[in-house]
């Protein structure tokens, strides 16, 4: 596992979440069930496999774009509070981050299985959970950097600082680096020790990809080579680390700096590369409601950001509970509707010609109210 730089989110992923949060949070305060879905947009996963140099984000697999998961680091529901799988489930969280985009990686099949990472997300031992829900309609929620989870996140930790692959007996294995807690959770939550799948391929790798890269470096140490040293070291560092699309990279990484230790390295000037993305930038929180909402409290925000398209379930009921919840917040001309909902001017005609004879709302003034007997004396 190595970190990875997503970048800038998709602007089809926020559209998608501009309406979908929006009726999440009005689901969860009714009780209802939310609708997960709208968050695999094309230019999400083709910009996720891209940045992931078309590897899986936990165990740096090649996989084909198509047929894999868009995994969510915090689930989306259900999240199992133990490393194993086996154990309690919190399920008040992660749903507001289903659609957020420093939450999603682009993983295989297999370790986004119940049996692997799925939906197991403990945490450090005596964290206590972030609090449930978007903290406000107006920004995208953002994963909780405050919470502390126990698994490696490679969108943000550098897994190689927790997470180290040591040779044994049958082969090369991860395991936490120098007895690291997360590392060695992750490790196991994971699979990535899988004695059946990965191992397997780890051996492969470093048999067939590390070993013949490295045979150059001890040949021109041993025969005192400077040219062909420095060559043979590029060479390797360019092809094993540095090459963004190379697998594995963490555990060449480990095996060159176990066969090549730091004193050796040193005695002959060679300089052991890093793999994998530089710290991310702290992002900017992304303002998700229009400008034209801004003053407005909270929950008539998302009243208005769950209209969604024309062709959403729902949409009639949706647009109507949000022409109400407009008006009752202060009366509104039908010009002031359309620019707030940035609906059209016939959208928010239907709206009314069912609200006013239903006396949900009540026209005075050029303006629409709610009805006296309702109490909206304003
Ligand atoms: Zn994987």
């Known amino acids: ?3 990875v730089d997503r970048g800038a989110e998709p602007s089809s992923l926020r559209a998608s979440r501009a309406w979908r949060l929006a009726r999440a949070v009005l689901a969860r305060g009714a009780g ?36 894999q998961p868009i995994e969510h680091f915090r689930p989306k529901a259900h999240a199992v509070r133990a490393v194993t799988g086996q154990g309690p489930k919190d399920d008040d969280r992660y749903w507001w981050l289903a659609w957020t985009w420093d939450n999603l990686f682009f993983a295989c099949v297999s370790c986004n299985s119940p049996s692997r990472k799925g939906n197991r997300f403990p945490l450090a031992p005596g964290a206590e959970p972030c609090a449930e829900g978007p903290a406000s309609a107006r920004l995208a929620p953002s994963v909780p950097r405050d919470e502390r989870a126990q698994f490696v996140d490679p969108g943000f930790d550098d897994p190689l600082d927790h997470i180290e692959f040591v040779r044994e007996a049958d082969g090369w294995v991860p395991t936490g680096r120098d ?16 004695r059946d799948g ?30 062909a040293l420095d060559t043979a070291w590029r060479r390797a560092m360019a092809s094993l680390l540095m090459n963004p699309r190379a697998g ?19 005695a002959h ?5 890093r793999p994998g993305a530089p710290a991310p930038p702290e992002r900017a929180p992304v303002d998700d409601a229009p400008v034209e909402l801004q003053g407005l409290p909270d929950d008539v925000i998302w009243a208005v950001r769950a209209i969604g398209p024309s062709n959403s379930a729902g949409y009639g009921d949706r647009r109507d509970s949000a022409v109400e919840a407009l008006c009752a917040h202060a009366p509104k001309t039908e010009d002031e509707l359309v620019a707030l909902t940035g609906k059209s001017v016939g959208v928010i005609r239907t709206a009314l010609d069912r609200l006013v004879p239903g006396e949900r709302l009540e026209r005075r003034d050029g303006r629409y109210r709610l009805p006296r007997t309702r109490g909206g004396s304003r």
């Not at 594995?248 to 040193?266: H, K, T, W, Y």
């Not at 000037?269 to 590369?273: I, V």
């Open 32 to 67: 209802d069930d939310v609708v997960f879905s709208g968050y695999d947009t094309d230019d999400t996963r083709r910009l996720l496999y891209a940045r992931q140099h078309e590897k899986c984000a936990y165990c740096e697999m090649q996989a084909q774009m198509a047929g």
């Open 269 to 273: 000037g060679l300089t052991l590369s």
């Open 248 to 266: 594995f990279r963490a555990l060449s990484f480990d095996v060159i700096a176990a066969e090549f230790p730091a004193d050796v390295r040193a």
């Open 1 to 3: 596992m190595i970190r």
């Open 179 to 194: 007895g690291d807690e997360r590392g060695r959770d992750t490790v196991a939550g994971f699979h990535l020790d899988d």
């Open 198 to 227: 990965l191992l397997g391929k780890y051996t492969d790798h470093v048999a067939l990809i590390v070993e013949p890269k490295l045979t150059p470096v001890r040949d021109a140490i041993e025969v005192g080579d400077r040219a």
